[in-house]
């Protein structure tokens, strides 16, 4: 196993929580397991039972596809009907690592997994704690094994980044290998090539541009137009979402509501970058957070930050709108969806 800076033990003793966990999967069960983005729930891929149990668990609905996870030296073509050139392009440059394709669905790979749709989402996770699974489980499967793994968290809820979160969210319920915090912190670039033209479904880690510089051609950008996109519930309106109701503004337009609450002795909490928040950053009321100023880190702190502030015990969330250009496109993204949960915005 390669090195990774956020292991809590050894990967040497992880090995047997490994082979464990691998045993169960292919006994049809589920295991929580970490990746570079976000935790997953998995299930043997081919097992319609154990991904029937996936969607049991989240509370989601069975028509939404989740992403097959590969090992480092998985064969995607296992899975897919074809792999264009374009794929195999990608696959060469960003796996392992938090891309997710859309491709044809080969023809002896279980419906379940793409919710009825006959495409099959594949992804190759970096995390060596999730690389070693998944070369585990696949051994077990003479090579051709791949795990079935949707965020490990209730429909809608926000993504865990630690083990801890996934505790958080089912309880004893679910067995957890614990990797470490997420590094990316949030979910892979879900990009289509299952159409004939590259369509960015989701945003991450993973940008516009860099899609662009390895197709030769910028993929299209989801902006809700496209009326032929697959189902994807990430990229549902309201999504991500923490319980504490949740406001997202320019923070111009924060200042009045910060004003408001003081004057009705009410306290809230405000993620703005520190260089804006001026004398809101110490107010009484007020629990401040300094949100990150640089894109990266601002995504590896989000979830872990959102499922904070619903334990603070505030009555609301007020997070200062960031900058609409392309490199805090998956933080808005994120952002965009949570806030949208609460009805606010669009
Ligand atoms: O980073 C990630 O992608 C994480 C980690 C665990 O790998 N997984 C994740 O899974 O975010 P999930 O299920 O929460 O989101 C996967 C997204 C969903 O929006 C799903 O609809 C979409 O991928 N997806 C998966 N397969 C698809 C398919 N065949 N067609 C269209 N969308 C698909
Ligand atoms: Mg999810």
Not at 37 to 45: E, Q
Not at 123 to 131: K, L, T
Not at 282 to 289: K, L
Request: hydrophobic share 45%; with cysteine.
């Amino acid at each position: 196993m390669s090195k990774h800076p956020n292991l809590p033990v050894a990967p040497e003793a992880m090995r047997e929580q490994i082979e464990h966990a691998a045993a169960l999967l292919d006994a049809g069960e589920l295991v929580a397991f970490p990746t570079e983005t976000v935790y997953g729930l998995g299930g043997d891929a081919e097992n319609p039972e154990a991904v029937a149990r996936i969607y049991a668990a989240k509370g989601r609905p069975a028509n939404h596809p989740v992403i097959v996870h590969l090992a480092p030296h998985g064969d995607p073509n296992y899975w897919v009907e074809y792999l264009p050139a374009d794929a195999q392009k990608l696959i060469d440059a960003f796996w392992p690592g938090p891309l997710t394709l859309i491709l044809k669905r080969a023809a002896h790979i279980p419906a379940a997994v793409s919710g009825g749709q006959d495409s099959v989402g594949l992804r190759c996770p970096s995390h060596p704690v999730a690389q070693a699974l998944l070369g585990a489980f696949s051994a077990l499967r003479g090579g051709h094994g791949g795990v079935a793994a949707p965020s490990a968290n209730r429909f809608g809820h926000v993504s865990p980044t630690t083990a801890q979160h996934v505790r958080d969210e089912f309880g004893v319920a679910i067995h957890v290998l614990d990797g470490g915090s997420s590094d990316v912190g949030i979910e892979s670039t879900i990009l289509d090539l299952s159409r004939g033209f590259p369509a960015l479904l989701r945003p991450g880690r993973v940008t516009p541009q860099d899609l662009a510089d390895v197709l030769g051609v910028a993929p299209r950008l989801p902006d809700g137009s496209d009326a032929t996109a697959p189902r994807a519930s990430g990229t549902l309106k309201a999504h991500y979402a923490p319980r504490t109701p949740l406001a997202l503004l320019p923070f111009e337009a924060l200042e009045p509501i910060l004003a408001a609450a003081r004057d009705a002795g009410e306290r809230v909490a405000l993620v703005a970058r520190q260089s804006r928040a001026g004398g809101w950053a110490g107010a009484e009321g007020v629990h401040f957070v300094a949100a990150p100023e640089d894109p990266h880190a601002y995504a590896r702190e989000l979830y872990g930050l959102l499922r904070a502030l619903d334990r603070a015990e505030v009555a609301r969330i007020l997070i200062e709108k960031l900058p609409d250009t392309i490199e805090w496109i998956a933080v808005n993204d994120r952002l965009g969806r949570a806030a949208a949960a609460f009805g606010a915005q669009d």
